[in-house]
């Protein structure tokens, strides 16, 4: 976007803090959605949006237009920041009287399915983190394998190749 090439000149050129308020505002509501769908907890997903931010701006004169659009850009730093915060995170247990239960067939299947995608996670974190960010562009990105092979720039074959060897990985671990 022309636009776009505009803030990013006026910020490294210039340090127009209006330029960089006017990117973060545009992109902000994407970048915290994508990170808070793979946090589902809104306080980590602030943070981490924030961080995603800070460090976009920081290394903003490295960035390259011709290798990704800035929104995929920006996802490739939020791709980052969650494998990051996944290695430092502990899990947390909720007694069981703290959860709201109203039909207890649709609470196992909630439990059953928090367990799945605790256990994909799981998997998932003890990869190589170009696996995870594949993954993540697209699961939780909804980036297609021609998108992400431009962003990661690697063949759309080997992107390919890398998830879905995860996912029959995954599919394997968790008997699926």
């Given at each position: ?12 050129r ?77 899990i ?42 594949v ?42």
């Amino acid at each position: 976007m022309e636009q776009e090439q505009q803030w990013v000149h006026k910020i490294v050129r210039h340090g127009s803090r209006g330029a960089a308020d006017a990117l973060v505002r545009t992109y902000y509501d994407d970048i915290y959605a994508y990170v808070y769908r793979q946090t589902g907890n809104r306080e980590d997903a602030l943070d981490l949006t924030q961080e995603c931010f800070l460090a976009a701006l920081r290394s903003l004169p490295s960035y390259q237009p011709q290798k990704a659009g800035l929104r995929t850009w920006l996802y490739h730093i939020a791709s980052h920041k969650i494998i990051d915060h996944r290695r430092k995170q502990k899990i947390q247990f909720l007694p069981v009287e703290d959860q709201a239960i109203t039909d207890s067939r649709d609470f196992t299947e909630e439990i059953q399915n928090r367990e799945m995608l605790r256990k994909a996670e799981e998997l998932v974190c003890g990869m190589e983190p170009q696996v995870q960010e594949v993954y993540r562009m697209r699961v939780y990105g909804e980036y297609s394998f021609a998108e992400i092979a431009k962003a990661l720039a690697q063949p759309e074959s080997k992107i390919k190749a890398q998830y879905y060897r995860l996912m029959a990985k995954i599919r394997k671990t968790l008997g699926t």
